[in-house]
């Protein structure tokens, strides 16, 4: 068999498994009531959590930093694009986090592979959750470390692996929320367990920063720990805060380490300045207005209730990610598209992104208590319907 020919048979089986993933075509800014492929829906697929992305001063600071900065960055951070609003972007997340420094990437993704292999070396060992986001995954295998996985959340099956290993030098990491199941890490405890070691502890608070703790400074926050507890903390700037491209807070001696050695952040493009423009206004706005933050809240606890009294289970957590198990990929399929010929805009979570297929239900701010209303009557009677 030829390799175009391989490859053909690998992308038959991706669809024989009800795995094959495709592009959806949206129409417009990205809210509540979302154009999809040429129909309006009630999406409550969107990690917009507070509802920035379409927000009029974010919108109008973002066309005010393409009048004075232009459209693209033209050059790495280190070469002639760092311009002076990512470094005021950076000052004030300081200020905001409480962290010696800040560091921007231009995603998520490759934050988290830039952190691991820059903090560690040939000798020392990673630990991390099994539910772990892929870019910490990936960058774990793309460090010089050794990369251990422990069960999700098992913080006694850490603390025994800790007790046993050899390696002088580790790094314990974890997402804060758990970007599909929805959970939060018990960070208290990955903490204690790896400072007996002396380990560093690295937080992946994509779907936190924003909307937990007490002013949105996220998940880390929100357990009563602080940059004493955490050596590396990264958050992405596409979710609560409407825009685009991550950052990662540390001390003076981790960010200095992401600039020499993080080859994601070295040789690579920088963000648009004007990306940065807006979001000094997101953060702007996450400190000033905190209805926004008080309204996701109420809308899951919301969501919660009337779940629980129509018997759908979302589990435990109150965070915006709530998900809803199903048996199989193709029972997941099927409730997604019923839900969309209905008007509800939900995604099926088929493995290998979750070990168990799920419909994936993010709540926003934006909201309203008719809209959850609406969705869930009709999800639980489709379910019903299934037999699910």
């Known amino acids: 068999m030829d390799a175009l020919a391989r490859l053909g048979a690998r992308l038959a089986e991706q669809q024989t498994k009800g795995l094959y993933r495709r592009h959806r075509m949206v ?35 973002f066309i005010r930093g393409v009048q004075q900065y232009g459209v693209g960055s033209g050059a790495a ?13 950076e000052e004030e997340l300081a200020e905001f986090t409480g962290y010696e420094r800040i560091l921007l990437f231009s995603t998520g993704y490759m934050a988290n592979i830039g952190v691991l292999s820059a903090l560690t070396e040939r000798h020392d060992v990673i630990y991390q959750d099994k539910l772990n986001h892929a870019s910490l995954l990936d960058g774990g295998l793309q460090s010089r470390a050794k990369m251990k996985r422990y069960p999700h959340a098992d913080v006694e099956s850490l603390r025994y692996q800790l007790k046993n290993e050899m390696a002088v030098h580790g790094l314990v990491v974890t997402d804060g929320v758990f970007s599909m199941e929805g959970d939060i890490a018990p960070l208290p405890d990955i903490v204690s367990i790896a400072s007996d070691r002396g380990y560093m502890v690295v937080v992946d608070d994509a779907h936190g920063f924003g ?20 050596s590396a903390y990264m958050a992405t700037l596409g979710k609560a805060m409407g825009t685009f491209g991550a950052f990662v807070a540390g001390s003076q001696a981790v960010i200095e380490s992401l600039i020499q050695f993080a080859r994601s952040y070295v040789y690579t493009t920088a963000p648009p300045p004007a990306i940065a423009e807006a979001t000094r206004t997101s953060l702007q706005i996450l400190r000033q207005d905190e209805q926004r933050r008080l309204r996701l809240h109420d809308n899951v606890g919301y969501f919660r209730s009337v779940a629980a009294e129509l018997g759908v289970d979302t589990g435990r957590f109150a965070t915006a990610i709530q998900p809803v198990r199903m048996p199989d990929v193709e029972s997941a399929i099927g409730v997604q598209r019923i839900m969309e010929r209905r008007g509800y805009l939900i995604m099926a979570i088929r493995p290998p992104t979750t070990p168990q297929p799920c419909l994936r239900i993010t709540l926003c701010s934006e909201h309203a208590h008719n809209d959850i209303d609406g969705m869930l009557d009709v999800l639980t009677t489709t379910l019903k319907s299934m037999g699910v």
């Open 77 to 89: 951070h280190l070469i002639a694009g760092h311009s002076r609003v990512h470094q005021q972007l």
């Open 211 to 230: 909307v937990l703790g007490a002013r949105g400074q996220g998940s880390v926050d929100a357990a009563g720990l602080n940059k004493a507890h955490i």
């Open 27 to 61: 129409g417009g800014p990205q809210q509540v009531r979302l154009q999809m492929d040429g129909r309006q829906m009630v999406s409550f697929c969107s990690n917009d959590y507070l509802g920035l992305a379409n927000h009029p001063d974010v919108k109008a600071a």
